[in-house]
């Protein structure tokens, strides 16, 4: 069984010039163990999907159809009490602002106790869990202001890990580190992941990081999942033109050319272009794109692009 | 050895920040120690400044820009004193030196709509005869940094997301056409593919508009794709300097070795997590060399001599122990090996 599955999912934002579709009918799923990589621009609706997932999109947002299937239970029929049981004991996050995610005037380990609390669970062990997350002795003592960027984002994961969830989602986790650092909490990430035999949706926009991280990868482009695949395939040969411009607007460290951005700018998601949303931006774009929405097929083998010539 | 013929536009010489905390300043941190660099010489450029956070990289662009006074040393346009500068040269100085900053949530003011930042430049520097070439003047810059105008100009702050207040800031240095703009974190905010984008713009300013950038960033990929010099900075002081090339393709600084091997990279080969986790030995925090602390190659010498910077080569210097054997460069003589 897949240790989370989400299918067809759609979630919209109602806004006074028309309803915004941020995540339209996106389908994938995680097997146990499984990291898997979420990449996009921002405003493809990569956070948004993540905090569908978690059932914490707050209205003028409102989830319209899908499924969020975390092992054999569908989150998006759950309750409002149901769902609170769920979060952190079955599915945790990993929130994009650790710098702001920790409350300023506790100490941290009491932060972590009241997580705990919280689902009903006795607090204990928490200086283990926090060696578990390579913190030394006494941070529990310690407040937010007292500890470094990479160190507050070690106890977020702490408190995400905290009630052994099987699904981890880690919003651009190491988006404010530098990269010394932001190899240690990726390090640490993946050492709990293993020990709880977690499966991790990692989020973000470098593809770098998916890169060295991930073992499969989605790209999203304006709402849609628009290519599915081991990350070596994506390396390798990616099938989706947007997906080879994400990757060639990179900085190499191999070698230095002109930067190239990929030309244009993300589409209106209330206003999006006719058949593929990608076709203005396309350089292979033809008649048949601007008239035709291609959708993800497979390409071979756990390989799926949506785009008419992939 | 420094024999310069032209006053640099802008110069910190030998310039130190320290915070004191606590009970009569007991608690000191240096934030930057007696560094010196000269900024719009010879011909123009993009240099580089790289380092964690709390290396001294946004104390030297505050210093600069004349928004922190620096406890020791002096920072110079034009040869004079910033302190000292008055009308007129005052006035030049604020013009010449513009600045983008990191923050892009504190650099706008809420209760204006966004136009103001780029209205306020346009009338004062009178850049504009008319409302209307005012006005296609901003919506180019605005075009020039990846932004519609109809969905920027008229709103407030608060409706734009943080890369879009980000690239406003840049379209406003880009309105004023200075000499230098001192960029602290320009891009650290915005998307991969966007990043690209303004970069490439920055790099025009330089090549066709005869701008200098100081680019301070924590990214050393994009460092090296848009600069001609990097500077890498380390606890208040310039631990290897040089070429850009020549920093990055042979670093000589455990440090820089450090950051480049922890620059994920989009590859086959899947190495990053693997390696071997970083030093740290915190009993050795005060050493004379700031890194011996984190430092694989640590030494005697290490612990008792501060390493000044070793000229490796004519374009390239660092300061460590392993690098002694080659000539000492002054500090003040970091500008020597720059292009």
């Not at chain 1, 702001?100 to 106790?113: D, Y």
């Not at chain 1, 990269?179 to 640490?188: E, G, K, L, P, S």
């Not at chain 1, 997906?243 to 700018?265: F, N, Q």
């Not at chain 1, 291609?294 to 992939?310: K, M, Q, T, W, Y």
Request: charged fraction near 20%; charge should be positive; include cysteine.
């Amino acid at each position: 069984m897949n240790a989370l599955r989400i299918e067809g999912l759609r979630v919209s934002f109602d806004h006074p010039l028309g309803v915004v579709r941020a995540v339209d009918d996106v389908s994938f799923a995680l097997r146990p163990n499984e990291r898997f990589g979420l990449v996009g621009e921002s405003g493809s609706g990569k956070s948004t999907m993540a905090l569908a997932i978690m059932r914490m999109i707050r209205p003028p947002g409102h989830i319209d159809g899908g499924d969020i299937l975390l092992g054999d239970t569908n989150l998006s029929t759950l309750s409002g009490d149901a769902i609170r049981r769920t979060r952190l004991a079955g599915i945790a996050m990993v929130p994009q602002g650790s710098m702001n995610a920790l409350n300023p005037v506790m100490r941290v380990g009491a932060q972590v106790a009241d997580a705990m609390r919280d689902h009903g669970v006795q607090p204990r062990d928490i200086d283990q869990l926090m060696a578990r997350v390579g913190l030394p002795a006494g941070t529990v003592e310690k407040y937010p202001h007292e500890l470094s960027g990479g160190m507050k984002q070690r106890v977020c994961i702490a408190i995400a890990i905290c009630l052994r969830p099987t699904v981890i989602i880690a919003d651009e986790p190491t988006s404010a580190l530098d990269v010394v650092v932001q190899r240690q909490v990726m390090r640490t990430l993946a050492v709990v992941q293993q020990d709880l035999n977690a499966a991790i949706l990692l989020i973000g926009h470098d593809m770098g990081l998916m890169a060295q991280f991930v073992d499969r990868l989605g790209v999203m482009y304006a709402g849609r999942l628009v290519e599915i695949a081991p990350i070596a395939e994506i390396v390798r040969k990616p099938r989706h033109p947007y997906t080879e411009m994400l990757i060639a607007s990179l900085p190499s460290m191999d070698h230095k050319d002109a930067l190239r951005g990929i030309p244009g700018l993300a589409p209106l998601l209330r206003d999006l272009p006719s058949g593929c949303a990608f076709h203005p931006r396309c350089p292979k774009a033809r008649d048949r794109c601007r008239a035709e929405r291609p959708l993800p097929r497979e390409i071979e083998g756990g390989v799926l692009a949506a785009c008419h010539f992939a | 050895m420094s024999f310069r013929v032209t006053t640099p536009l802008l110069q910190a010489d030998r310039a130190g920040r320290i915070y004191g905390s606590g009970m009569l300043g007991s608690a000191r941190t240096v934030a930057l120690d007696d560094f010196s660099l000269s900024v719009g010489t010879g011909s123009p450029s993009i240099t580089a400044i790289v380092g964690e956070s709390g290396s001294g990289k946004t104390t030297l662009a505050r210093l600069l820009l004349g928004l922190t006074t620096p406890t020791s040393g002096t920072i110079r346009y034009r040869g004079e004193d910033i302190a000292r500068l008055s009308g007129d040269s005052r006035r030049a100085y604020r013009t010449d030196i513009q600045a983008i900053f990191q923050d892009p949530y504190g650099v706008f003011n809420p209760f204006y709509r966004v136009d103001h930042v780029l209205t306020t430049p346009v009338r004062k520097f009178r850049l504009a005869s008319s409302r209307s070439e005012a006005r296609a003047l901003i919506e180019q810059a605005l075009r020039t940094v990846g932004l519609r105008p109809e969905e920027i100009l008229g709103r407030y702050p608060h409706q734009l997301s943080g890369g879009q207040r980000q690239r406003t800031m840049v379209a406003r240095a880009l309105l004023l056409k200075p000499k230098i703009i001192i960029a602290d974190e320009p891009v650290s905010m915005v998307d991969a593919s966007l990043r690209a984008t303004i970069l490439g713009s920055l790099r025009r300013l330089t090549d066709e508009l005869g701008i200098s950038i100081l680019y301070i960033t924590h990214d050393l990929a994009t460092a090296w794709q848009v600069s001609d010099n990097i500077i890498v900075m380390y606890r208040a002081s310039a631990v290897e300097a040089g070429q850009a090339e020549a920093v990055v393709k042979t670093p000589a600084h455990p440090y820089t070795k450090l950051l480049v091997g922890s620059i994920p990279q989009v590859s086959l080969t899947r190495d990053w997590l693997a390696t071997e986790p970083d030093v740290q030995r915190p009993e050795e925090r005060d050493a004379a060399c700031r890194f011996a602390d984190r430092c694989p190659f640590t030494m005697a010498v290490c612990h008792t001599q501060r390493p000044p910077l070793s000229r490796i080569s004519p374009c390239h210097a660092a300061a460590c122990h392993l690098h002694g054997q080659h000539a000492d460069l002054a500090a003040e003589d970091l500008n020597d090996v720059l292009a």
